[in-house]
């Protein structure tokens, strides 16, 4: 019996991975392999110091950060943010947790939104803020709306955006404490379109899709909202992650980002939304570098490191990370050495600690 269930798992990889009609093949199994003869550059180490501006609290055990810290030195990577989005308990252990490489991580916490449609809630919450701020924490973070109000904590503020007045006592208690306010605004637009054969981001879209949710602001809507939020406090620093989600035209961005002078934005996690178009992207990262900021969001490692840095630094063409749901075939942007250290750490030192290179 065992060897007959053996031969099936056999017969059936066999067919998806080693079968000649395309017509046969799922998209998810579609593995293909670079047979350009062109250079291929693995870079290790980045060129410049890095601060990490987004990342988690991934790991979970004592091993697992120490190794962390590991591949922080073998990368070159100084610091890294950890968006927590706790307060309270949580947020507290989290402290603890990391309090042995406090050099190596800055933990951000989140709001407390308790009671977001009761009288006060702006004051509880502002306390709460100040004291997750004297035990540690040095920004907030990560925010997030996807357009049917905040909720990248628990409990959730559905129905109530960034702009909201109920929110004005919070970011501008911010600005005093002088906390970046990190927040993810909305999704890339494939996310909005119909998960059919005519959407080019489907295989990153599909998990997450937000066409199929009613009663949704869309991309422009959100980006309004943040956009509002980011006049009305100009003396709060705002770091929209993920490029405001904005990889499909990128101009949007950089009209906000020329405005604003409070407003920056980070890379995490669209390393493979910029990479098919490198000269686009690279054009709209050299003109605003003293605006835009590293940043990973995925668990940490070696390897996960050494895949940004090969977009960033390289001008590699044609290859492939599978490991992100990145389906497109990738290209370097061979960023200048000035844009390189200015997003791996001068933009991250002007902001955490206000000192500016320019």
């Known amino acids: 019996m065992l060897i007959k269930v053996i031969l099936a798992i056999v017969t059936v990889n066999c067919f998806l991975f080693s079968q000649t009609n395309p017509g046969d093949l799922l998209i998810r199994n579609y593995r293909p392999k670079n047979i350009y003869n062109v250079p291929v550059t693995i870079v290790k180490r980045a060129k410049y ?10 790991v979970k055990s004592e091993k697992e950060l120490a190794q962390w810290v590991k591949d922080l030195d073998m990368c070159g990577i100084k610091k890294v943010i950890i968006l927590t989005m706790a307060y309270g308990k949580q947020f507290d252990s989290l402290i603890t947790f990391y309090s042995k490489y ?5 933990m951000y916490c989140g709001f407390d939104y308790f009671g ?38 628990n409990p959730p503020a559905w129905g109530m955006h960034i702009d909201d007045p109920r929110m004005d006592m919070l970011l501008d208690e911010c600005a005093r404490l002088h906390m970046p306010v990190s927040i993810h605004v909305g999704e890339p637009e494939w996310f909005y379109e119909p998960m059919d054969s005519t959407n080019d981001g489907l295989m990153n879209a599909y998990n997450w899709r937000l066409d199929s949710q009613k009663g949704i602001l869309n991309l422009d809507q959100e980006l309004s909202h943040f956009a509002n939020a980011v006049a009305k406090h100009p003396k709060t620093i705002f770091i929209a992650c993920h490029l405001a989600n904005q990889v499909t035209d990128l101009s949007k961005l950089g009209r906000l980002l020329d405005k604003y002078p409070n ?59 599978f490991d992100y749901n990145y389906h497109w075939a990738l290209y370097g942007l061979g960023l200048s050495n000035k844009t390189l250290k200015k997003i791996y750490l001068d933009n991250a030192e002007k902001i955490l600690y206000g000192r500016s290179k320019d």
């Open 102 to 106: 406090r050099d190596r991580f800055i």
């Open 49 to 58: 110091p890095v601060i990490d501006m987004h990342s988690h609290p991934y």
């Open 116 to 153: 977001y449609n009761k009288p006060g809630f702006d004051l509880a919450a502002v306390k709460e803020l100040e004291r997750c701020y004297k035990e540690g924490a040095r920004g907030v973070g990560e925010l997030g709306d996807k357009g049917k109000g905040l909720y990248y904590c």
């Open 263 to 321: 407003l920056y934005a980070d890379l995490a996690a669209r390393y493979g939304e910029i990479a098919p178009v490198p000269r686009y992207a690279k054009a709209f990262i050299e003109k605003y570098n003293k605006k835009l900021l590293y940043g990973t969001d995925n668990y940490p490692g070696r390897q996960m490191y050494e895949d940004t840095f090969r977009v960033l630094q390289t001008r590699n063409e044609h290859f492939y990370i």
